[in-house]
C-alpha cells in the first residue's frame, strides 16, 4: 500500500490554467480548414513563392532540427525502459605477492568474457515521467516548426498580394496621369483660343502634377515589397536585381477566400499550433516534476552476468569455464547538501513559467 501511494504521488498531475472560454453556439458540423490555405487563390506563382520560403527559411530549418532532437531525446529516456545489455571481454596478465599469497606460482594471465546486463526497477515512476516529458517536448516541437510554417507561409501570402494591390495601384495611377496629361492639353489649347480662364488651365496643371508625384512613392513601395519578399523567399539580391519578384495573377484575378462565420466555438483555441505548443510545454514540466520527486525515493537495479572466466584463452569458453552472477542493488540518498530539493524546486520554477507562457 505504501508503494502505490509513492507511485500516485509520483505520477504527473496534467493540469492546465482554468481560462474563461464561452461556450460553443455555432451549430453544425466541424469546421475544416485546409492545412495548405494558399492553394485556394489558385495562383502558381504564390504556391512556387511558399514552396521556395519552406525550402529556404532558417527558421523552419530550426524548427525542424527542434523537431529532430526532441525524437532523439525521446528515443533516449525510452531506453531506460528497457534492460540494458553490454558484452566484455577482459585479458590481464598479473603476479601475487609471496608476502600475502605463499601458494603465489609466479605471473599469470587471466581472461574474462560476459555478458552483462542491468535494470533498474521504475517503482517510483522516475522513467516513465521522463518518457512522459520527452513525448510532451516532442509534440509541442511538431507544432512549433507547424506555427513556423503557418506564420512564414502567411508573411510570404501577404508580401505578395500587396505587391499586387500596388502593382494595381501603380497601373491605375499611371492612367490617372495619362487622363489628366489629355485634360491638361485640351485645357491649354481652350486657354490660348481664349475659351476659358487661367485659374482653369492652373487648376489642371496641379492636378497633372498631383497625379505624377504619387507614382515614384508607389514605385518604392513596389521595391520595399519586393526586397521583403525576396528576403523571405531566400531570392539573391542579384536575381531580385535582374528579375525583380516573380508575379502571377492580378489582385483582381486572385480569388476571395471564404468569409469567416460568426460565432465559431472557442475550443478552435485548442487548434492553433502556438497555444498546442504552450499546452505541451506544460506538460512537459509537470511530468518532469514529478520525475524530480522521483529521486527522494530509493532507486532499485537489478543486474546479472552470464560468461566464462580461464587461465587460457581457448578455454575461456569451455564447460569449466563458465561463470555467472546476478544481484540486486537499492540506493538511496541521505544526503547530497540539498541537490534533491534543489533539483525538485527548479522543476517546480519550470513548471510556473510554462503555465505563465501557456
Not at 505578395?160 to 489649347?189: G, I, P
Not at 534543489?342 to 510554462?354: D, I, P, Y
Amino acid at each position: 500500500l505504501s508503494a502505490l501511494v509513492l507511485v500516485t504521488a509520483c505520477a504527473p498531475n496534467y493540469t492546465l490554467p482554468p481560462t474563461a472560454t464561452p461556450d460553443a453556439v455555432r451549430p453544425g458540423g466541424e469546421i475544416v480548414i485546409a492545412k495548405d490555405w494558399w492553394k485556394a487563390f489558385d495562383d502558381p506563382v504564390l504556391q512556387r513563392l511558399i514552396d521556395d520560403a519552406f525550402a529556404a527559411s532558417p527558421t523552419l530549418e530550426q524548427a525542424v532540427a527542434r523537431v529532430n532532437a526532441a525524437e532523439a531525446r525521446l528515443g533516449i529516456s525510452r531506453s531506460q525502459q528497457l534492460p540494458t545489455v553490454n558484452a566484455n571481454l577482459n585479458a590481464s596478465r598479473q603476479e601475487l605477492s609471496t608476502e600475502t599469497n605463499p601458494l603465489s606460482s609466479g605471473s599469470f594471465s587471466v581472461y574474462q568474457g560476459n555478458l552483462s546486463a542491468f535494470w533498474e526497477l521504475d517503482l517510483w515512476g522516475r522513467v516513465r515521467n521522463e518518457v512522459a516529458a520527452s513525448r510532451a517536448d516532442l509534440i509541442g516541437a511538431e507544432s512549433g516548426r507547424e506555427a513556423v510554417r503557418l506564420t512564414l507561409a502567411s508573411r510570404v501570402a501577404q508580401t505578395y498580394f500587396q505587391l499586387r494591390a500596388l502593382d494595381a495601384q501603380l497601373e491605375t495611377t499611371r492612367l490617372t496621369v495619362s487622363s489628366r496629361e489629355n485634360s491638361y492639353r485640351l485645357r491649354e489649347k481652350r486657354f490660348v483660343g481664349g475659351m476659358t480662364s487661367e485659374l482653369d488651365l492652373r487648376q489642371a496643371e496641379s492636378e497633372l502634377t498631383s497625379a505624377r508625384a504619387q507614382i515614384p512613392d508607389i514605385l518604392t513601395a513596389i521595391s520595399t515589397s519586393e526586397g521583403a519578399l525576396a528576403e523571405l523567399v531566400g531570392t539573391s539580391p542579384k536575381d531580385l536585381f535582374a528579375t525583380g519578384a516573380p508575379r502571377g495573377k492580378s489582385i483582381d484575378a486572385i480569388p476571395v477566400p471564404p468569409s469567416v462565420p460568426e460565432a465559431l466555438p472557442s475550443d478552435l483555441l485548442n487548434r492553433r499550433p502556438d497555444i498546442r505548443e504552450a499546452e505541451e510545454g506544460l506538460r512537459a514540466t509537470q511530468a518532469r516534476v514529478a520525475a524530480a520527486q522521483a529521486a527522494w525515493f530509493p532507486k532499485i537495479g537489478l543486474t546479472g552476468a552470464f560468461g566464462g572466466e580461464s587461465l587460457a584463452f581457448g578455454d575461456l569458453f569451455k564447460g569449466p569455464a563458465r561463470a555467472w552472477s546476478y544481484a540486486g542493488s537499492l540506493t538511496m540518498p541521505l544526503f547530497n547538501s540539498g541537490l534533491t530539493a534543489a533539483q525538485v524546486e527548479l522543476a517546480s520554477a519550470n513548471e510556473r513559467n510554462a503555465a505563465a507562457n501557456y
